[in-house]
């Protein structure tokens, strides 16, 4: 059994999508937005996150995964479940668990923004910004996080630990 610790309990995490869906309503008031949420690790976060948004929302859902070797730093990411619909002339945001090195999210946000959107941009739950090595901007963030192994709330150790109410680290 892996031992866990609580990084943000349940309640912290329930407030602060809250305030993220106040922001967001208030940001892209008289707009329609478009999330595409990442999977699957986005996927927790993107359904608290669409129901505390007061504009009209579509969704829509990819899958995307790093080309072979892990170290490796080509940027260079696999889509598994490309979108449904077309992005063009969209307001579009992605939703993420969380923006690691930011190689993953440098390449999808490039390549989404290939597709015409009106505008995009990027949510994301958690960031871990002392492991960065691919520039990202990051719109919104929920929480900032230290370089710990995290889980829950969408984020998996070896698939385990996404239905985690709450943010844990591995001790
Ligand atoms: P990147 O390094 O920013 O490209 O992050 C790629 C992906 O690695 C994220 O979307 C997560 O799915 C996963 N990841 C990064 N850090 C953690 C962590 O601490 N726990 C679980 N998954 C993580
Ligand atoms: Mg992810």
């Known amino acids: ?4 610790g609580v990084l943000i309990p349940e309640e912290k995490l329930d407030a602060r999508i809250r305030e993220l869906g106040a922001e967001i309503s208030k940001a892209y008031e008289g707009r329609e937005l478009h999330l595409v949420s990442v999977l699957k690790g986005g996927v927790f976060f993107t359904c608290e996150l669409a129901k505390r948004i007061t504009v009209p929302v579509t969704l829509d859902f990819m899958s995307v995964s790093s080309y072979g070797n892990e170290k490796s730093s080509s940027g260079v990411v696999r889509i598994v479940k490309d979108l449904d619909e077309s992005l063009e002339g969209k307001h579009v945001m992605v939703i993420e668990d969380i923006v690691d090195s930011g190689r993953t999210l440098s390449y999808l946000l490039s390549m989404l923004s290939d597709r015409q959107p009106a505008s995009l941009s990027l949510c994301t739950l958690l960031d871990k910004p002392s492991r960065r090595t691919h520039e990202v901007k ?6 900032e996080v230290p370089d ?9 150790y070896a698939q385990k630990y996404r239905n985690l109410p709450y943010i844990g680290v591995i001790e």
Do not use: E, R, W
């Open 1 to 4: 059994m892996d031992k866990l």
């Open 148 to 156: 710990k192994f995290i889980v829950g709330y969408g984020l998996d």
């Open 138 to 143: 990051v719109d919104y963030c929920g929480f």
